[in-house]
């Protein structure tokens, strides 16, 4: 007799329940139609950064500041790229061509710091693509030029820039992403991948492996964000999202694509990261709308070996699961009720009967995981197995399963 396990895989769908956005009415003189950055300030102004200026937002009315060529102590430039609220109150302006404006809530005005071509003392580029705030106040400027290091007390600015000659310099001089994470490190994401900055040895540290799966070299990052467990979020302009561990250093990638792939994103260009109040990341994108992923979870999936099952008991098990999850409500802090389906997939080990060593368990798990697809496929309520039984030639049967044509296959959809 030969003892049968069953290789069941799982993967949990969250639905949040209905999630309704409310338009804001914005009248046709305010450029806040497209919108580039975004801040809130300790008084709980919403600052919108556009193309046509800086606006104000205070839940019922707009304030538009732009920019005046005559006036030193207006906005520098029209396109705003970043925002960044200080802990000293101001407002800090990132722009596209023109350096940072900072604005002062006591004076209603803005100090202008440019570049000059020659002049160390200046910002290294005019293009201010990023901007992150250290504890002690120093802030961080992503330019295209380099990163700069700038102290509000007594106007200093600190330089990085590439060098070829040095490995724990700036990976290049195109920065975007910036961030300065709870422990004090800063993040910075560039053209040339994701390297983080730590105080004590004032060295730029690669973070993933130099090449492969898990290296962001030659990755135009351009997002950062930390989550409630520490973790570094990261989107790019051309490869979708990652996330990357700092204590187990390993890096998950989430990258554009289509179909029922929980780690793929609806587009290849991240524009911006949050966290929910529930938990969830929320990513937005350049043109396919916002992912949300579940940050306790991350897409994945989990796995349950069922130990000297008979191969037909198969179904039965998956139902139990499936009704197991559907029957449990969460309840959320704030009220919201949470519901939570459940997709499975099985296949039974040996997988045939008639020939117990034509599929070794790997083979055995690839085709449970297959089934767990189809059953995603089905409706993300229900489970798809494959028990081979009577199976007189394995590869064949896997080959109908993946082409959709008849295959000794059973499920069950809610």
């Given at each position: 007799?030969?003892?049968?396990?069953?290789?069941?895989?799982?993967?949990?769908?969250?639905?949040?329940?209905?999630?309704?956005?409310?338009?804001?009415?914005?009248?046709?003189?305010?450029?806040?139609?497209?919108?580039?950055?975004?801040?809130?300030?300790?008084?709980?102004?919403?600052?919108?950064?556009?193309?046509?200026?800086?606006?104000?937002?205070?839940?019922?009315?707009?304030?538009?500041?732009?920019?005046?060529?005559?006036?030193?102590?207006?906005?520098?430039?029209?396109?705003?790229?970043?925002?960044?609220?200080?802990?000293?109150?101001?407002?800090?302006?990132?722009?596209?061509?023109?350096?940072?404006?900072?604005?002062?809530?006591?004076?209603?005005?803005?100090?202008?710091?440019?570049?000059?071509?020659?002049?160390?003392?200046?910002?290294?580029?005019?293009?201010?693509?990023?901007?992150?705030?250290?504890?002690?106040?120093?802030?961080?400027?992503?330019?295209?030029?380099?990163?700069?290091?700038?102290?509000?007390?007594?106007?200093?600015?600190?330089?990085?820039?590439?060098?070829p000659a040095q490995?724990?310099?700036?990976?290049d001089d195109r920065?975007?992403?910036?961030?300065?994470?709870?422990?004090?490190?800063?993040?910075?994401?560039?053209?040339?991948?994701?390297?983080?900055?730590?105080?004590?040895?004032?060295?730029?540290?690669?973070?993933?492996?130099?090449?492969?799966?898990?290296?962001?070299?030659?990755?135009?990052?351009?997002?950062?964000?930390?989550?409630?467990?520490?973790?570094?979020?990261?989107?790019?302009?051309?490869?979708?999202?990652?996330?990357?561990?700092?204590?187990?250093?390993?890096?998950?990638?989430?990258?554009?694509?289509?179909?029922?792939?929980?780690?793929?994103?609806?587009?290849?260009?991240?524009?911006?990261?949050?966290?929910?109040?529930?938990?969830?990341?929320?990513?937005?994108?350049?043109?396919?709308?916002?992912?949300?992923?579940?940050?306790?979870?991350?897409?994945?999936?989990?796995?349950?070996?069922?130990?000297?099952?008979?191969?037909?008991?198969?179904?039965?098990?998956?139902?139990?699961?499936?009704?197991?999850?559907?029957?449990?409500?969460?309840?959320?802090?704030?009220?919201?009720?949470?519901?939570?389906?459940?997709?499975?997939?099985?296949?039974?080990?040996?997988?045939?009967?008639?020939?117990?060593?034509?599929?070794?368990?790997?083979?055995?798990i690839d085709l449970?995981?297959?089934?767990?697809?189809?059953?995603?496929?089905?409706?993300?309520?229900?489970?798809?197995?494959?028990?081979?039984?009577?199976?007189?030639?394995?590869?064949?049967?896997?080959?109908?399963?993946?082409?959709?044509?008849?295959?000794?296959?059973?499920?069950?959809?809610?």
């Open positions: 007799m030969i003892g049968t396990a069953l290789a069941i895989g799982a993967v949990l769908t969250v639905r949040l329940g209905l999630i309704s956005f409310h338009p804001v009415s914005i009248p046709d003189d305010v450029p806040a139609h497209l919108v580039s950055a975004l801040a809130q300030d300790a008084d709980g102004f919403l600052w919108i950064g556009t193309q046509g200026g800086l606006v104000r937002y205070d839940g019922y009315t707009f304030r538009t500041y732009r920019t005046n060529p005559r006036d030193p102590a207006a906005l520098g430039g029209a396109y705003v790229r970043a925002l960044r609220a200080s802990a000293d109150g101001r407002l800090w302006a990132g722009t596209f061509a023109d350096g940072v404006s900072i604005y002062d809530p006591a004076t209603d005005r803005f100090t202008q710091l440019r570049h000059t071509a020659g002049d160390a003392s200046t910002v290294a580029h005019n293009r201010v693509e990023g901007l992150a705030e250290e504890r002690d106040g120093h802030m961080w400027i992503a330019t295209y030029g380099g990163l700069d290091r700038f102290d509000p007390r007594s106007g200093a600015i600190e330089h990085f820039r590439h060098d490995p724990s310099s700036l990976a920065t975007r992403g910036i961030l300065v994470s709870r422990d004090g490190r800063v993040w910075v994401g560039s053209s040339g991948g994701l390297q983080v900055w730590s105080p004590a040895t004032r060295a730029f540290e690669r973070a993933g492996a130099a090449s492969g799966p898990e290296s962001l070299a030659g990755t135009f990052v351009s997002e950062l964000y930390e989550d409630a467990r520490g973790r570094i979020w990261i989107g790019t302009t051309g490869s979708g999202a990652a996330v990357w561990d700092p204590e187990s250093r390993r890096l998950q990638r989430f990258p554009p694509g289509t179909g029922d792939d929980a780690k793929r994103l609806s587009h290849f260009w991240v524009y911006g990261i949050s966290e929910g109040g529930s938990g969830e990341i929320w990513i937005a994108t350049f043109g396919g709308g916002i992912d949300v992923v579940d940050a306790d979870t991350l897409g994945e999936e989990f796995l349950i070996v069922a130990r000297f099952n008979d191969r037909r008991e198969g179904g039965t098990i998956a139902e139990k699961i499936r009704e197991a999850v559907a029957a449990r409500t969460f309840t959320l802090p704030d009220g919201d009720a949470l519901h939570v389906t459940c997709s499975i997939g099985f296949a039974a080990f040996p997988f045939s009967t008639v020939e117990p060593g034509a599929l070794d368990w790997e083979r055995v449970a995981d297959l089934a767990l697809y189809e059953a995603k496929r089905g409706g993300r309520n229900g489970w798809v197995g494959f028990d081979g039984t009577t199976v007189a030639d394995p590869g064949a049967a896997i080959d109908a399963l993946k082409s959709g044509r008849a295959s000794p296959i059973s499920r069950q959809s809610r």
